[in-house]
């Protein structure tokens, strides 16, 4: 079955880095596009960015552009988020999901999430 | 930017049914779907491309869209089924997902 493991979570202070790791099982990786969406607590889901499942085409909400990069590592089935410039309205849960098929925006399979907190 | 709207909260007796909006001025061609995300677990996948519903997800629950809003129905409501319920689509013009701000469902 689709398994997806987030990782990478814990807590950072402001304007530091922090990369979160997903590992995907169960599926065919390099097929897929995959998602990185997060949810302040209490709070809404919000997307933060999509990579194509070649990874050549990458997207990001316009709150994280030029501070987030997302990666995949097709040899390792790994899905990565690179987070620089860390602010406090960045604490979130961060969850890893794919993509149904290029340009359609269906998110099919979440993992579990990994918390992040930007604290001093 | 694209903003779709939710009401906050939905309450509705077990075995009526549940009908929570997702509106925009035009949504074109654009396809919504839905998710249900349940207290402390991850989101689920409901809806598909307005009404078409992934394996494994019973027929009590079904999307549909006309004008300005899409709809989730959820039929014979049941205790389990309080939970968020989020719309969502993929803006080709902007390449952006947009969700809604979520609709929380009370199970009277």
């Known amino acids: 079955q689709v398994q997806l493991v987030e990782s990478g979570g814990g807590v950072v202070q402001p304007g530091r880095s922090l990369r979160l790791s997903c590992v995907a099982s169960?599926?065919?990786?390099?097929?897929?596009?995959f998602h990185w969406v997060r949810q302040a607590p209490g709070k809404g889901l919000e997307w933060v960015a999509l990579?194509?499942?070649?990874?050549?085409?990458?997207y990001y909400a316009d709150s994280v552009k030029g501070r987030f990069t997302i990666s995949r590592d097709d040899s390792k089935s790994t899905l990565y988020l690179q987070m620089n410039s860390l602010r406090r309205e960045d604490t979130a849960m961060y969850y890893c999901?794919?993509?149904?098929?290029?340009?359609?925006?269906?998110?099919?399979?979440w993992g579990q999430g990994t918390l992040v907190t930007v604290s001093s | 930017s694209y903003v779709l709207t939710q009401p906050p909260s939905v309450s509705v007796a077990p075995g009526q049914t549940a009908t929570i909006s997702c509106g925009r001025n035009?949504?074109?061609?654009?396809?919504v779907n839905w998710y249900q995300q349940k207290a402390g677990q991850a989101p689920v996948l409901l809806v598909h491309?307005?009404?078409d519903r992934p394996s494994g997800i019973p027929d009590r629950f079904s999307g549909s869209k006309s004008g300005n809003t899409a709809t989730l129905t959820i039929n014979r409501v049941e205790v389990g089924d309080e939970a968020d319920y989020y719309c969502?689509?993929?803006?080709?013009?902007?390449?952006?997902?947009?969700f809604g701000g979520g609709t929380k469902l009370t199970v009277l």
């Open positions: 999901a794919t993509d149904d098929y290029y340009g359609s925006g269906i998110i099919t399979n």
């Open positions: 169960g599926f065919t990786f390099n097929n897929y596009g």
């Open positions: 990579i194509s499942y070649d990874g050549d085409n990458h």
């Open positions: 035009n949504f074109g061609s654009k396809k």
């Open positions: 491309d307005d009404s």
């Open positions: 969502q689509l993929w803006d080709s013009i902007s390449d952006h997902v947009v």
